[in-house]
């Protein structure tokens, strides 16, 4: 969101924009199902998940946002929903920055270099998720959990067989739409067929021409 900006400018920006830090404990909820969308959340520290309850009453998490700078409910201010589809909660002690909705729809009448970079920036991170949702609705289309775990992997995984995925893997076996075991199990069973060493939370490929085949 502030990229290529100045410790001057983000600071001019947040004042002008009349955003707020705000700090919440473990569990505590950020915003509900029913809240109408008014504000854009930027993670400062901590961890926030984003959950959907089923008519049962359990809890679905979405997705946990965890990286320092990472945006969440942004969505939902674009589309004009009068509320949110699902809600998110602190999983740790967690602060979090929020910025109204208007300062992202209508310029300030200062004509500020800033506020027309941040806006910019707004337009970039959108399209970044937008193409991370495309990536993943390509890996939720493989049959099996074989070619689904393939795929994530060949998207990854640097020149020398590295992957960086940035997830845990129980983030991954949420994001791949599985069991933590039914991963683990695969996974074990990939790096028995030596198409992948698993060290530790660590995955190198070793094969990707039979990884690509696995597609």
Known sequence: ??????????????????SELVAYEKDQPIFFQQDKPQKLFILVEGSV?????????????ITTISQP????????????????????????????????????FHSCGK?????????????????????????KLQIMASPTLRQKISKILLQNASADGTVAL??????????????RPSLSRELMKMQTD???????KRIRVLDFE????NL
């Open 194 to 200: 030596g198409l992948l060493k698993i060290d530790g």
């Open 166 to 179: 940035h997830m845990n893997r129980e983030e991954l076996a949420d994001f791949l739409n599985t069991a």
């Open 111 to 135: 004509n500020c270099d800033y506020h027309t970079l941040l806006i910019s920036n707004m337009l970039s991170v959108l399209a970044q998720k937008a193409y991370y949702l495309n990536q």
């Open 1 to 18: 969101m502030f990229a290529q900006m100045t410790a001057d400018d983000i600071g001019h920006c947040l004042a002008c924009s009349r």
């Open 210 to 213: 039979q990884l690509q085949r």
């Open 49 to 61: 998940a984003i959950c959907r309850d089923t008519a049962s009453g359990q809890r679905n998490r």
């Open 69 to 104: 700078g990472e945006l969440f409910g942004e969505v939902f201010l674009f589309l004009n929903k009068q509320e949110y589809d699902n809600y998110a909660v602190a999983v740790s002690p967690s602060k979090v920055l929020q910025m109204p909705r208007e300062y992202l």
